[in-house]
């Protein structure tokens, strides 16, 4: 029968019938084909006798060069590729045809069976409920997300339980840092309201690089009361074994995919702003815990009980104001009001943000900035800070070294340079200096933009006094209304003539 072995009682009785009857009728009454009967005629052996091996029916075209050439290779440089021994070979040997690749590919792979060196195993763990969470950081560059027009330059945080596989996902705009660490373990716990009993890390490996051995020390200081205040014991994988922590490397890669997904059924890259594109990546991690929701749930029960408070998630600094209006912290200046010139401010440095403190006065809230790539500084301006010196020395904006940066707008930077191609630089300036002044002073600052960039276009210069007439009235020309003090005797009269 189709699909059936044939066995040595059908053999004998094929040879038996085939005494009296043809092939094909001793084949039938056997239970097998006719050509499966003029095989076995031609077979003296059972069928479950051994059969002697099949011999090559071409030559090996391996033969000569395997032993000799491929086996000294392979022992040399155990971890070089097949491909790249092929091609050695093909350029030692140029008659090798191109279909040997596959046998030669076949060929290693069964040596190194036999003879290769041990390969590290992976011990598969079983895990309890709220023993642990991990953290890593995976690079989000490569899906080109685009913030308020520019490519925005950042990295996920991403915590995970392994149990429930509860997920918690950051955007972080600057590297592996303790503070950026610190924000999204916080912000993930208070979300699940409950911490495990061990975090693991990848070393921080990232939040070290480059630092002194006390500056090491310091931050593991950091790292380990964070977890001390949540009742945590802190652990790290091995350097360079990122298997340790599949738990969350293995999701990176989900999550990638799904935020990838997600931004091809958007249809678009492009998000208005920062606050935007987070709500993007916590709805797909929300939708990504819901398919968990009762794993999660009752891993809550096992989690520790928060404490009554976050920890500090912040770096805390002091810096001096200097006559340039501003401060520099790590590689970037940043402008504060002139008035603070000379001021010692106290800074806490978030991942996305400065706080400034005149001792224990709140002051203002700065976006952090970053380096530029190549290394030089970077600048975190605002004109509203410098614009009165402006105003006083307006040749200064010539050459100033964070003028692209002072320009709140695109429209207000190609607007001087349109001056500048048009009028002396003195004249460029002086009219760039009014035009941010206006800006300021009536609060008009994207409606001003939107003029300069229609001016562009039309290639014409601005004109100063029909802005200035546009955006009416100039505050400095309002009338003063002296309003006069009254004096108390006056109220007296009025309580008498109520109580008459």
């Not at 998630?313 to 010139?341: A, C, H, Q």
Request: net charge positive.
């Amino acid at each position: 029968m189709p699909g059936r072995h044939i066995n040595d009682h059908q053999k004998r009785l094929f040879m038996r019938y085939r005494q009296t009857d043809g092939v094909a009728l001793a084949a039938a009454k056997a239970g097998f084909s006719t050509a499966a009967g003029y095989r076995l005629e031609q077979e003296r052996h059972l069928p479950s006798s051994p059969k002697p091996p099949r011999g090559r029916r071409r030559p090996d075209p391996l033969a000569t060069i395997f032993d000799a050439e491929v086996v000294p290779l392979l022992e040399a440089a155990p971890g070089l590729r097949a491909v790249a021994i092929f091609e050695e070979m093909c350029r030692r040997h140029p008659d090798l045809a191109p279909g040997v690749r596959r046998t030669l590919e076949r060929r290693i792979r069964t040596w190194r069976a036999l003879h290769g060196p041990e390969q590290e195993v992976i011990f598969r763990q079983t895990h309890e409920p709220g023993a642990m969470g991990l953290s890593d950081f995976t690079d989000m560059n490569e899906l080109g997300i685009i913030v308020a027009g520019a490519p925005l330059d950042h990295r996920l945080y991403h915590f995970r339980l392994v149990w429930s596989g509860f997920e918690h996902a950051h955007v972080i705009l600057g590297g592996e840092s303790y503070v950026a660490l610190a924000e999204g373990l916080q912000n993930a716990l208070w979300l699940l309201g409950g911490a495990p009993r061990e975090h693991r890390s990848d070393s921080l490996s990232a939040a070290f690089r480059n630092l002194t051995a006390e500056n090491v020390a310091d931050l593991t200081r950091r790292y380990d009361a964070l977890c001390t205040h949540y009742g945590m014991t802190p652990s790290r994988n091995n350097r360079g074994v990122a298997h340790e922590n599949g738990a969350i490397e293995s999701p990176h890669g989900h999550l990638k995919r799904a935020v990838r997904d997600a931004l091809l059924l958007r249809g678009s890259t492009v998000f208005v702003d920062l606050e935007a594109y987070r709500r993007f990546i916590a709805e797909i991690v929300g939708r990504q815990n819901r398919r968990h929701a009762e794993r999660i749930d009752a891993e809550r029960a096992a989690l520790q009980k928060l404490p009554d408070q976050r920890t500090a998630d912040y770096e805390e600094t002091v810096v001096t104001v200097t006559s340039s209006g501003g401060f520099t912290l790590r590689k970037v200046f940043y402008t504060v009001p002139s008035r603070l010139i000379g001021q010692r401010l106290r800074v806490r440095l978030y991942d996305n943000r400065l706080e400034l403190f005149l001792a224990a006065t709140p002051l203002m809230t700065l976006p952090r900035g970053r380096p530029q790539p190549d290394g030089r500084h970077g600048h975190v301006v605002d004109y509203r800070h410098v614009i009165h010196s402006l105003r006083r020395k307006p040749m200064a904006l010539l050459n100033l070294v964070y003028r692209h940066q002072l320009f709140p707008r695109d429209a207000y930077r190609r607007t001087f340079e349109h001056l500048l191609e048009q009028t002396p630089p003195r004249d460029a300036c002086r009219i760039m200096v009014e035009l941010l002044a206006i800006a300021h002073e009536r609060a008009c600052e994207a409606e001003l933009a939107s003029v300069l960039a229609a001016d562009i276009k039309a290639g014409r210069q601005p004109d100063l006094k029909a802005i200035r007439q546009r955006f009416a009235p100039d505050p400095a020309s309002l009338p003063a209304l002296t309003i006069p003090t009254m004096p108390l005797a006056s109220y007296d009269i009025l309580l008498q003539g109520a109580a008459a």
